[in-house]
């Protein structure tokens, strides 16, 4: 029989065995939690480069068919279908990887479920732009109209902020650069309503109806509901990542999720494996994103990058 000094011992051995799986539960935790968070990291660096860096393409690519098609005539200028296409995509693929980079922050610092998740909408919604602008299953006409819609919803965007900010100038004051060159053709440092009018013409120009909307013109009907739900390669994740899993961040809550979000006031910590759990956009976005590229420029890019990514998360 084990007397009462053995038992007290036993009791004693038992604690300090627990103390050490938790302790080591949790080291485990936090590495799985760093190596995410710095996959994250590879792939908004990755993102980075394919934002800024010219694209390698296969000669019988959707991208190099492009290359061929006539130049968009807008106002005095001419400009390349490829160019607006590459410029249009390259702008949401950076602000995917700027968001990227703020989902590693959050990761890391376990401190916000609300704004991962956030966050993680943002990274989807970037991801979808990028890849409805260069979606090699439709014609080069149909993805021009897809970018002169997106750089019209860009344009009018900064014109309604300049209006709201009151200060009185206008895109077109700043259009030397710090070399003294007219710099930018797509718009960021021109005349947003005269660039507005010159895409309104072309379009028109060539039979295209353009539809008026109640913020901008559209060339063509583009909505993120639509999009998720209509693209190729999607597998399912997307239409979750968008509609219900991403939704918490307009309040639509689920009751175990919102059990958590108050619990996470109290203790005031947002745990990795909660984080990635309520964010698959944050996974979905480049995963559909990075397989359109593929499809498009007929040359797969940041394969190990995004395997490691996965398994990860």
């Not at 021009?144 to 344009?155: D, E, F, S, V, Y």
């Not at 718009?187 to 060539?206: H, L, Q």
């Not at 239409?239 to 991403?246: E, H, L």
Request: with cysteine; hydrophobic share 40%.
């Amino acid at each position: 029989m084990t007397g009462e000094g053995d038992a007290s011992k036993h009791d004693e051995a038992w604690a300090v065995e627990m103390l050490h799986r938790i302790n080591g539960g949790a080291q485990e935790a936090h590495e799985r939690r760093d190596a995410l968070a710095a996959a994250v990291d590879e792939i908004a660096d990755g993102f980075t480069q394919l934002g800024l860096k010219p694209w390698k393409m296969g000669r019988k690519s959707p991208a190099q068919e492009d290359m061929k098609a006539p130049d968009v005539l807008l106002g005095d200028r001419a400009e390349p279908v490829a160019k607006i296409l590459r410029y249009e995509s390259a702008v949401n693929i950076l602000s995917a990887a700027d968001q990227l980079r703020g989902f590693a922050v959050l990761l890391r610092a376990e401190a916000s479920l609300m704004g991962a998740v956030s966050v993680a909408r943002g990274i989807f919604e970037a991801c979808l732009w990028a890849t409805a602008v260069i979606d090699p299953t439709i014609t080069t006409d149909e993805r021009l109209k897809r970018a002169l819609t997106r750089r019209l919803a860009r344009l009018s965007a900064g014109i309604r902020l300049r209006d709201m900010l009151g200060d009185g100038t206008t895109d077109a004051d700043h259009v030397i650069d710090n070399d003294d060159h007219v710099d930018d053709q797509h718009g960021t440092n021109r005349d947003p309503a005269k660039d507005i009018t010159n895409i309104v013409v072309y379009a028109e120009g060539r039979g295209w109806p353009v539809k008026k909307g109640r913020r901008t013109s559209e060339i063509t009907p583009l909505s993120i509901d639509w999009l998720s739900e209509n693209l190729e390669r999607r597998i399912g994740i997307e239409g979750y990542a968008w509609t219900s899993g991403s939704s918490m961040a307009h309040g639509e809550h689920a009751a175990d999720t919102a059990s958590w979000v108050e619990l996470s006031q109290d203790i005031g910590t947002a745990p990795a494996w909660l984080i990635q759990l309520w964010s698959t956009g944050a996974w979905a976005g480049p995963r559909l994103f990075l397989a359109t590229f593929a499809s498009y420029t007929g040359r797969a890019t940041l394969r190990r990058e995004y395997q490691r990514f996965e398994k990860l998360f």
